[in-house]
Each structure stands twice: as C-alpha cells, then as structure tokens.
C-alpha cells in the first residue's frame, strides 16, 4: 500500500475483521506513523526503507515461551544483513539488530492469545535499506554500510521473508539449534559491560535469554535475570 499510518495497526485490524492466511505480508512506502518499542516512534523516510508486517499464527507456541519468537525473527533479519552485506550482524536483546555497533532493523511484535498459546502475531519489521540520513545517530542502513549502494527493496524484501521463514521452520525442526544460533548471535554475549538498573551502574556478562525472553546476566556476585526493560545497555 503506498501509504499508511502503521502496517503493524492495518495487520490487526485486518485480523478482526477477515480471515488472513498465514504469512500475508502488509507493507507500505510510506508509514507516516510508526510504532517503536515501549511507545516510541519508529522513523523511516518514504519509499528508502523496509516497513511491514508479517502475520504468523504460531499456535503451537505456549504464551510463556513466546520470547521464541523474537529469537525466530530477529535471527532471520539478522541473517539477511550479514548475507546482504557480508558482515557480521547481531541481535541486541530483546530484538534490534545491529551492525557495527549501530541500530540497522527494529521489530514489533503484537500477539493474540487463545487459552494459553498463541493464536495470531504481528510481526513488524523496520530494517533500513536506502536511507542516508538519520536523526538518531546510532541508526544506520544497508546502504550507508555498503559504501552507498541503492538496493532493490522488492528484492530486500523476498530476501527477508524467506530467511525469516528459514529460521521459522528451524524452530518446528530444530529448536536447540534455533536457541543456539540466538545466543552466538547476541549483542555483547560473554563480554564485560556496562549496564544500568534503576539509574544504577553495575558491570555484568550476558549469558543467556529464557524462553519468555528474560536477559540473565551475571554480575560479581551472582547470576540475575532482567525483564525488557529493567535493564539498559550502557558501554
Ligand atoms: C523498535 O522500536 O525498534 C521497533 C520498531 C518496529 C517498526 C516497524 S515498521 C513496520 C511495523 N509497523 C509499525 O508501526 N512498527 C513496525
């Protein structure tokens, strides 16, 4: 669609009103609105970026496990920047993707509940591919770390859905492997860090992430777990 104010609210709305098929994509050129994380705005200037949303029905993934799906969909975007780009890409917990230290994609995902599994999510994904300028200093894009190149978002796209299907199947197949992917990939997994809580810095390693997607970190004294955001990444 060329324009909307967020593929992430079109999708939902979609889903009350129609049956949608598993894997219908809502994308727009133009999201003049976008949801962020915790209420934040997400910025992508017409027709440079990746903004859609993906609707999956993982029904048989139980509502407390259902970190697992960020670990399906971040590792597929970040599969898709290192694959484009040839560079390492990392997933920054709860799911960013990163690459070179900067902020390349951000995920949204809203889910329904029947009982106590998951009956239909949202998945929205920004990944920025052609835009130059950014008023966030720590965003970047395909482009810029390509030394300029435009690339073809229709393709960028196909490119997308299919490493994030890849990862999708992964877990119906191979959910260890899935798992461990996840942590290989982590942002500062197993590095010495700087990490506030409660406007109080302590230095700590990640370790791992539970299923229903807290952080566990290990500080001097014992091993913690944070949910989002009771911890903030500092240096
Ligand atoms: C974040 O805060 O990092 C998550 C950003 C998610 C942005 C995407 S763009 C497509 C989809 N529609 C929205 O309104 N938000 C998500």
């Known amino acids: 669609m060329p324009s909307c104010h967020s593929t992430n609210e079109v999708a939902s709305d979609l889903l009350k009103t129609q049956k949608i098929e598993e894997g219908t994509v809502i994308i727009t050129d133009n999201q003049t609105s976008g949801r962020g994380q915790q209420g934040n705005h997400w910025e992508s200037d017409k027709g440079k970026n990746i903004t859609c949303s993906l609707i999956l029905k993982p029904n048989a993934l139980p509502l407390s496990d259902q970190f697992v799906l960020n670990i399906i969909v971040s590792l597929g975007v970040a599969d898709l920047v290192s694959d484009v780009l040839s560079m390492d890409a990392k997933v920054k ?86 798992r461990n992917d996840y942590l290989k990939n982590m942002y500062w997994r197993d590095q010495v860090r700087t990490y506030k809580e409660n406007g109080k810095y302590f230095t700590g390693i990640i370790k791992d992430v539970t299923n229903s997607g807290k952080l566990m970190v290990e500080d001097e004294v014992q091993t913690r777990l944070f949910d989002f955001k009771a911890i903030e990444f500092v240096k």
């Open 93 to 178: 917990w709860p799911n960013d993707v990163y690459c070179n230290n900067e902020k390349i994609s951000g995920i949204l995902i809203n889910s329904t509940i029947k009982g106590h599994m998951l009956e239909n999510s949202v998945v929205g994904i920004g990944l920025n591919v052609n835009q130059q300028h950014f008023s966030n200093t720590k965003a970047t894009s395909l482009s810029l770390l390509s030394g300029n190149t435009t690339y073809n978002l229709p393709q960028i796209l196909e490119s997308l859905i299919l490493c994030i299907e890849k990862r999708y199947f992964q877990w119906k197949n191979d959910i260890d492997g899935l």
